[in-house]
């Protein structure tokens, strides 16, 4: 199949897989290949730029059905090894949160205010295999006559099992810092005091946003690798908000869009689904996802040849300024210098803590790209695009 001048489609993407002749490349060695041959040379030789991260990401959770009774009940109350499953749906449908804290948690007993085991603990376990304590209650009504039900399930037990996030992958997260004289617990980390460190997150270059800023080329419908299986994208996450400033290549100078994502919790791979405890702060679910970016044409190719040094994002006071709803920037910092291990504010050097593992963000990244190279994974079109698409076309 030759190679054609000029703007490609995602179909003659697809043709490419299925021939056996498709280019592709991870988001940490498109910056080489843009750099050396120029965007135009790199949108002709490279058809997708596979993507990844490997973060907490504390809006997550799990649709599931835990299948009738006998007699039937209509759950009023959840509790899955303890944590809460909110059941206001229908009679055994329930969505389990990642952050949910269990109700006795043995950690919570000892120092109030901090967990140890969550949501996310609850859908790991279930990925792992492990038996999980379900306990039911309902009011009772003439059709779901039961008023309590208790079960040890397993995931295959279930009838239904889906993993939905409402907000993953963001583009861009703050750098957290504490200026106060006493350590604070935070959702980012614990942040010693006097600026003794400086936590951030997101992969950077791999960073799934990152390398598409304008939302091009993925939107709902996009099929992404999500948890260890295949998963999809199904809508703009919470909180996505695409109008703020931007710097080269479109790149958002602070957080910015969203990813809302599904896929069936069933296929999916404990190693790439975790829960997670922050001291402090309670719990959350580490959550791997990787989305191809397919080079359709120049810009594209210019926007995931994005490095380290040209992605920045902006310094945090967590101990003042977070906790007032305030944003203030106290200075930008790139993720070059946030991955060298030191930023330096106000003459002081500060020590960098990673939230996101980029060398498991890495591996997302080379295993999509091995199943598109295999022929087990094709790209889909977007069936709707993202708030934020338009911002590209007035610049």
């Avoid at 703007?7 to 910056?31: F, H, L, S, Y």
């Avoid at 919470?238 to 957080?255: E, F, I």
Wanted: net charge positive; hydrophobic share 35%; aromatic share 8%.
């Amino acid at each position: 199949m030759a190679r054609k001048k000029g703007p490609k489609t995602i179909q003659e993407i697809n043709e490419r897989i299925r021939a056996g002749k498709v280019v592709v490349v991870t988001a940490d060695e498109m910056p080489d290949i843009v750099r050396k041959k120029g965007p135009a040379k790199a949108a002709q030789e490279v058809d997708v730029v596979t993507t990844g991260t490997f973060s907490p990401m504390c809006s997550s959770g799990a649709f599931i059905n835990f299948g009738h009774a006998k007699p039937g009940i209509k759950a009023s109350h959840v509790l899955l090894n303890g944590v809460p499953a909110y059941a206001g749906l229908a009679a055994v449908d329930i969505y389990l949160g990642a952050t949910e804290p269990a109700q006795d948690d043995p950690l919570n007993r000892v120092y109030p205010g901090q967990f140890k085991y969550g949501g996310g603990h609850v859908i790991q376990d279930l990925l792992a295999g492990k038996r999980v304590r379900l306990e039911a209650s309902g009011y009772g009504t003439d059709c779901y006559p039961n008023r309590r039900f208790k079960k040890q399930i397993t995931l295959a037990d279930l009838p239904y099992a889906q993993l939905l996030n409402p907000r993953n992958a963001y583009q861009n997260y703050n750098c957290a810092i504490n200026l106060t004289k006493k350590t604070v617990y935070t959702y980012m980390g614990v942040l010693k005091p006097r600026a003794g460190n400086a936590n951030y997150a997101t992969s950077g270059q791999l960073s799934p946003l990152f390398n598409d800023p304008y939302y091009l080329t993925l939107g709902i419908g996009t099929r992404i690798f999500l948890g260890g299986a295949k998963g999809y994208i199904i809508g703009p996450g919470t909180q996505h908000k695409p109008d703020v400033k931007r710097g080269k290549n479109g790149v958002p100078l602070s957080p910015s869009g969203t990813l809302m994502v599904t896929g069936d919790l069933k296929e999916m791979d404990p190693k790439w689904v975790a829960g997670v405890s922050l001291l402090g702060y309670g719990c959350s679910l580490a959550v791997g996802v990787g989305v191809p970016i397919p080079v359709l044409n120049e810009d594209i190719a210019r926007f995931t040849g994005v490095s380290d040094d040209e992605i920045f994002t902006q310094i945090i006071d967590y101990g003042n300024d977070y906790p007032k709803g305030e944003g203030k920037s106290l200075g930008q910092v790139s993720y070059a210098e946030l991955k060298s291990g030191t930023i330096h504010l106000n003459g002081q050097e500060i020590p960098t803590v990673p939230m996101t593992s980029y060398p498991r963000s890495r591996e997302i990244a080379g295993i999509l790209k091995e199943w598109i190279e295999k022929g087990e994974f094709y790209l889909t079109q977007p069936q709707d695009k993202f708030p934020g698409t338009d911002l590209f076309i007035t610049q």
